[in-house]
Each structure stands twice: as structure tokens, then as C-alpha cells.
């Protein structure tokens, strides 16, 4: 398998497919912002995900349950204004496309429309086809979320690593095939063992997107705030810090104060 890298000037779901079929590794990470949205984008990230995962990072809430349609369209909007590379995906938020196949459409209609974003994703396989047809078939590209689905926290009661036994394993499988079937663009793995991680990404044609499922999968997503470390209480096995912001932001913001208390900021030189 080849392993040259071609130059997307602006990637597509199209890029995607073909990046997986030329063995070229994926690169996911969140934004929810116009700054940092910029920066990831400059730094040739393939994929920006808005996430509901603002609902915790930017919101403070615990689960991405509460943050809502309007949310998530004014998020995806500030992100859309920085991109110039990237394909931008916006997650569809709980409530807002499970249960009703038209209110799915006009939940991704809206995101589509009104923050210029170029595909949504959704969490879940057979219990939401329905409404991944209807959105399909308006012409809106589409990424699948399996295993670990954060929007069903209060069903699984633990985000602990999903599909280990084989009922769930094979059910995860089959799901997998029926959104590659359907028309799915890719699927994003989460939290699932990396075996199983490899038996997709080999059975499916469109690329996986892993978080916790392993280096077999196409490509990888992580938040940005994690990476970054920002986020210092959560330290999940898969996350990888390539910085601590954290301490850093926290250094340099005590400096700020303390230069203003000691009236050693503004100095003559900055200042009019």
C-alpha cells in the first residue's frame, strides 16, 4: 500500500476516502471557536470537528446532553469564518435527530444552512437509520459515531471501554457495514478495543476515526483542550498531552496580576 502524501488544498469527505485508500493516517481534532479554529487549521489538521464535547469544555456541563441546536450552529458559524482547509463536521446534539426522521432533516438542514458547515455527524447505528436515510438522502454528507456514544451516557451509566464482550462486538460490526451502506462518509470509533478497531477499519471501504480504539483505526480525533492541556482533571489511557496550557496559561496570567498590583505594567514604553 502506498504511503505518498498528496497536498488536499481543501480537503472534502472525498479526500477522506482517499486518503484511507492511500494508507495516509487521518488527523481529527475539535474547535468551537473562531481563534483556535484558525490555529488548528493553519497547522493542517485534516478534519475539525464541532463537537457537543463544547457542552463540557466550553459550557462546564457535565455530559454533552444540555447544549443545544442553536449552540452547536453558533459554535460550527465561528469555526466555519476561520477555515480555509479543513472539512468542518458539526455534531447534530442529543434530542435533535434520535427519535424522528424529518426532525433529524431539519435539525441538519439548520446546521447546513445557517453556520455554512460542510457535514454533520451522529451518534448511533440500526435505532437511527431512519433518520441517517432522510439526512442522506437531502444530499448531506454524513460521519457514523460507534461504541463509546457519549450522548447515551445515562444508558451505559459508565464511560468505560465499550463492545468487549461478542454480542456487542458483532452488533458494533454490523453497524458499521449498514452506515457504510447507507452512504456514510466515515465512522468514528470510540473507546472500543483495538482489535475490534482493526476488523472494522479492514471490513469498511470509508475511513474509521479513532479516540481510544487504537492505532489501527484510519484516522485519530482527540479534543483540543485535552491535547493541549488545558484540561487538567481528565486523563483518560488514550490521551496524549503535548503541552501542559494549563500551568502555562496559569504562569502567565499570575505575572499579568502581579505586574499590574506592583504598577510594573503599563511602563513608559506602553503607553501613549
Do not use: W
Request: charged letters at 25%; hydrophobic letters at 40%; proline letters at 3%.
Amino acid at each position: 500500500m502506498s504511503t505518498a502524501k498528496k497536498e488536499y488544498k481543501r480537503v472534502t469527505v472525498k479526500s477522506l476516502v482517499e486518503m484511507k485508500s492511500n494508507g495516509e493516517k487521518i488527523s481529527m481534532l475539535t474547535a468551537y471557536d473562531y481563534s483556535m479554529a484558525k490555529i488548528v487549521d493553519a497547522a493542517q489538521v485534516d478534519v475539525i470537528l464541532v463537537g457537543d464535547s463544547a457542552s463540557n469544555v466550553m459550557a462546564g456541563h457535565e455530559t454533552t446532553l444540555p447544549i443545544t441546536l442553536d449552540q452547536m450552529i453558533y459554535h460550527a458559524s465561528s469555526v466555519i469564518r476561520a477555515v480555509e482547509r479543513a472539512l468542518v463536521v458539526v455534531d447534530l446534539p442529543f434530542g435533535s435527530y434520535q427519535s424522528d426522521p424529518k426532525e433529524a432533516l431539519r435539525s441538519a438542514i439548520r446546521i447546513m444552512k445557517e453556520s455554512g458547515a460542510h457535514a454533520v455527524k451522529v451518534e448511533g447505528g440500526l435505532e437511527i437509520k431512519d433518520s441517517v436515510k432522510r439526512i442522506l438522502a437531502a444530499g448531506i454528507p454524513v460521519m457514523g459515531h460507534l461504541g463509546l456514544t457519549p450522548q447515551s451516557i445515562y444508558k451505559f451509566g459508565t464511560y468505560t471501554v465499550r463492545a468487549k464482550e461478542e454480542e456487542e462486538a458483532q452488533k458494533l460490526l454490523e453497524d458499521a457495514a449498514m452506515l457504510e451502506k447507507l452512504g456514510c462518509f466515515g465512522i468514528v470509533l470510540e473507546k472500543i478495543p483495538a482489535e475490534l478497531t482493526k476488523k472494522v477499519s479492514e471490513k469498511l471501504t470509508i475511513p474509521t476515526i479513532g479516540i481510544g480504539g487504537g492505532k489501527h483505526a484510519d484516522g485519530q480525533v482527540l479534543v483540543v483542550h485535552d491535547l493541549l492541556g488545558m484540561t487538567h482533571e481528565f486523563n483518560p489511557r488514550f490521551l496524549r498531552r503535548y503541552m501542559n496550557l494549563y500551568e502555562e496559561m496559569g504562569s502567565a496570567i499570575s505575572n499579568y496580576v502581579k505586574d499590574v498590583k506592583s504598577m510594573d505594567f503599563p511602563n513608559d514604553e506602553e503607553q501613549y
